[in-house]
């Protein structure tokens, strides 16, 4: 049995923006989009045949959400140096914030980003501890 794919979904105010910054900051393809279907407007983004992707979603009849809570964050292990060094500029390239972590952990071994609409990216510089 193959395992699942994970699909992680968030609402946002501004659908492209943030799609842009993802996919320069984080490296990732556009897998696919749809328009209008039902009021929503979404992005998704990832690896294709990826075991995860991203979808942010523009819900076009509500006001715009909440900024998610600092604990709400995407964390990627990054354990070479030089890919967290290069993806570390990327992210900032691409407009995302560096900022401190609400937990103070992974600022030992990483660097914690703000995207536009206050989304946390966290890039560790370590190897999952499978």
């Not at 009849?61 to 990627?76: N, T």
Request: aromatic fraction near 10%; proline fraction near 11%.
């Amino acid at each position: 049995m193959s395992p699942p794919t994970l699909r992680a979904a968030r609402a946002c105010a501004e659908l492209e923006h943030i799609a842009t910054q993802y996919r320069e900051g984080l490296g990732l393809l556009e897998l696919g989009r749809f328009v209008d279907h039902e009021g929503f407007d979404g992005v998704i983004l990832g690896e294709p045949q990826g075991p995860w992707h991203l979808e942010f979603v523009h819900v076009r009849h509500e006001a715009p959400p909440p900024p998610p809570h600092p604990e709400q964050a995407l964390v990627l292990y990054l354990p070479e140096r030089q890919v967290w060094l290069d993806r570390v500029a990327a992210m900032e390239r691409a407009g995302f914030v560096h900022v401190p972590s609400a937990n103070p952990y992974w600022d030992r071994a990483g660097r914690s980003y703000v995207d536009c609409e206050g989304g946390r990216v966290i890039l560790q510089q370590a190897a999952w501890p499978a």
